[in-house]
């Protein structure tokens, strides 16, 4: 289920997050880099906005996983904070992009951080994600 949106965006930019990632969740607008695909994925994580996660995968990769996998993820975990680590490519002129990022969450009484390096990929002019990177 959706929560009720927070004020400031959750992806940490201290933007409200109808200046930021609701943009793109909320309004279509399409991600003009990497790094804003990325945070605002995030931020859908927080969200519990399923379907801008499902869409904001890659074709192939929607074949390894289920909307309802996503959901069961997203809802299974508190999210606390993004730390964006680095990026490499992924700009406005680029066809592809890793953003390396760590993001906290609580399970159950556990605090837990997810690192990865992720690979995007521009298809039909618009970021997805498309794999963790080895």
């Known amino acids: 289920m959706p929560l009720t949106p927070p004020s400031i965006c959750p992806c940490g930019s201290g933007l409200g997050l109808t200046e930021c990632c609701g943009r793109l969740i909320y309004q279509g607008l399409t991600a003009e880099t990497a790094e804003q ?15 801008y996660i499902w869409q904001s ?9 289920t909307p309802e996998a996503i959901r069961d993820w997203a809802e299974s975990c508190e999210w606390l904070k993004l730390d964006i ?27 837990h ?22």
């Not at 995968?57 to 390894?64: K, L, M």
């Not at 990026?87 to 399970?107: E, M, P, S, W």
């Open 37 to 51: 695909l990325m945070r605002s994925r995030y931020s859908a994580h927080v969200l519990r906005a399923i379907d």
């Open 57 to 65: 995968w890659s074709e192939t990769t929607r074949q390894c996983t």
């Open 85 to 111: 680590l680095h990026t490499d490519d992924g700009g406005a002129a680029d066809d592809t992009g890793t953003v390396t990022f760590c993001a906290h969450y609580r399970l159950g009484d556990h605090t």
């Open 113 to 134: 951080q997810h690192l990865e390096k992720s690979l995007f990929q521009r298809e039909a002019g618009q970021w997805h994600y498309v794999a963790h990177c080895p």
